[in-house]
């Protein structure tokens, strides 16, 4: 049975830093990875998606990357910004897509 | 266009009572699904379809039945409403089932139940 935990489950850091955030699974028999962003009281908005062959994604001030041997995924974020505050959800899809736990970003102004 | 849409966003019932959420996407997808988020924002898939055709049950109470009258909607029906229904459902949809396809997903609905 696939699990999925992201540490840390909540983070607070200032403006302007640079910050990762990390997620693990534990069968690395996926399709694929993905990143979700979580606004309170909102709904999923899809970040990057890594596929299994690839080994990392960018886009904008994002970068995910994937090493599947492991069980691993990052996702860093360069320059925060306060409305870069959210709840980050990573989730791995073999015959069904698992999500783990989240991490609540805050960005301190 | 919204591509995965939900209705209603909130819904405040009491237990015991039956309610249905809707599911609706215009992305052409084959498959769709339901999700349900508990108090610890934890997301766990309830069911699957594929081509109106039921894949994925994962142990969700008899309560719950899903209904798909056509590829584009996925419809949530839910009896006897309990305390522990209480959480945000969301609907998502994909091409496929299996494979690297990207999930996209509802804004989600908040289900009260007092």
């Known amino acids: 049975k696939q699990e999925v935990t992201q540490i840390p489950a909540a983070l607070s850091v200032p403006e302007g830093e640079n910050l990762v955030l990390n997620c693990s699974f534990t069968d690395s028999a996926i399709y694929n990875l993905q990143w979700f962003r979580q606004d309170p009281g909102k709904g999923l908005t899809s970040l990057l998606l890594?596929?299994?062959?690839?080994r990392e994604q960018t886009s904008g001030r994002l970068n995910a990357s994937l090493d599947k041997s492991s069980g691993r995924s990052t996702l860093y974020i360069a320059a925060s910004q306060p409305g870069d505050s959210a709840t980050y959800l990573c989730a791995v899809k073999d015959e069904k897509l698992t999500f783990g736990t989240g991490t609540r970003l805050t960005i301190i102004p | 266009d919204t591509a995965v849409s939900q209705t209603p966003k909130y819904l405040v019932t009491q237990m015991g009572n039956d309610k249905s959420i809707k599911c609706e996407q215009n992305?052409?997808?084959?498959?769709m699904y339901w999700y349900k988020q508990d108090s610890k924002k934890f997301l766990k898939i309830m069911f699957s379809y594929n081509n109106k055709e039921l894949i994925i049950n994962e142990t969700v109470p008899n309560r719950f039945s899903p209904k798909s009258p056509d590829k584009a909607h996925l419809n949530l029906h839910i009896n006897s409403l309990e305390l522990g229904d209480s959480a945000v459902y969301f609907c998502?949809?994909?091409?496929?089932?299996?494979?690297?396809?990207?999930?996209?997903f509802g804004p989600g609905t908040r289900l009260t139940v007092l």
């Open positions: 890594i596929q299994s062959s690839q």
């Open positions: 998502a949809s994909s091409h496929g089932l299996a494979g690297p396809d990207t999930q996209y």
């Open positions: 992305l052409g997808h084959d498959t």
